[in-house]
């Protein structure tokens, strides 16, 4: 008999949302699995366990949701050669991010992800996920990311993209990007792209990766007319054992 957890305990997630969450590993749609997974989380007093699931496994999927685990999100992994990012116009100027940009990339990205998971689920309040998403690109600029660049305009930041290095391979995934939602459509997030371009033939990076909700047109609209092609499609489901 496997004695593989059925979960990991996310430690971060669980501080940041202030109650025990946990990512479901392997899912499967063998009932003896979902009894396991079931057990598993009472027996560790799990308040929310997160899963994802490919959008071809329907069995697993109808499982899960019949298990009441909730959908949340289609997210959507696109994949681009770094040398097809655009050739860089120099409409805006691009830097990399200092500290001192931390501010004001907190008050941009808690106003810019609205879309996400976190807000679908009324279990987040909508404040917390703001406050996540300023978190996230805060941490980013400290060092979880590999190098963040900033859009910088009229001496105001005006748009962000973060960039983590995959171990074994010369892949990169996109963490964060976003634009001012007063400044979008007007090249920034291209001129973005551009530059991370340049990083990428620089470093060594051959392959950039991202993940965006199906609902997200504009960002969808944007990887397509960019060279990126869509790799995967996958549901994010959560379950909760606290009461609404
Ligand atoms: C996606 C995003 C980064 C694009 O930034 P941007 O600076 O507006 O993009 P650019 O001006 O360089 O490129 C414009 C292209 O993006 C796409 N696009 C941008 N906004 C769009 C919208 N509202 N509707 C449809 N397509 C849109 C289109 O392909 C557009 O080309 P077009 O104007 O010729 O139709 C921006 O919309 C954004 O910050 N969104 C919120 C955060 C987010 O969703 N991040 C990505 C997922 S995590």
């Given at each position: 008999m496997s004695t593989t957890a059925p979960c990991v305990r996310l430690q971060w997630d669980s501080e940041w949302w202030r109650c025990e969450v946990v990512r479901v590993v392997a899912p499967s749609s063998a009932p003896e699995k979902i009894v396991a997974l079931e057990k598993w989380c009472a027996d560790h007093h799990v308040d929310m366990a997160m899963v994802l699931i490919p959008s071809d496994e329907v069995t697993t999927l109808e499982v899960f949701v019949a298990a009441g685990f909730q959908r949340v999100d289609n997210r959507v992994t696109l994949v681009a050669s770094a040398s097809t990012m655009p050739v860089f116009r120099p409409t805006v100027v691009i830097r990399k991010a200092e500290f001192g940009d931390i501010a004001e990339l907190r008050d941009i990205a808690s106003r810019n992800h609205r879309g996400s998971r976190f807000y679908e689920d009324?279990?987040?309040?909508n404040e917390r996920c703001d406050e996540f998403y300023a978190e996230w690109i805060e941490n980013d600029v400290r060092g979880r990311a590999d190098v963040v660049f900033v859009a910088h305009e009229e001496q105001h930041i005006v748009g962000y993209l973060s960039l983590r290095r995959q171990e074994d391979s010369t892949d990169a995934t996109i963490s964060l990007v976003g634009v001012d939602p007063a400044r979008q459509r007007r090249g920034i997030a291209s001129a973005l792209f551009a530059h991370m371009g340049q990083w990428c033939a620089h470093v060594g990076v051959t392959r950039v990766v991202v993940a965006t909700q199906a609902t997200n047109d504009p960002a969808l609209s944007f990887y397509q007319s960019h060279g990126f092609s869509i790799r995967a499609s996958e549901h994010w489901l959560h379950r909760w054992w606290l009461p609404d």
């Open positions: 009324p279990h987040f309040p």
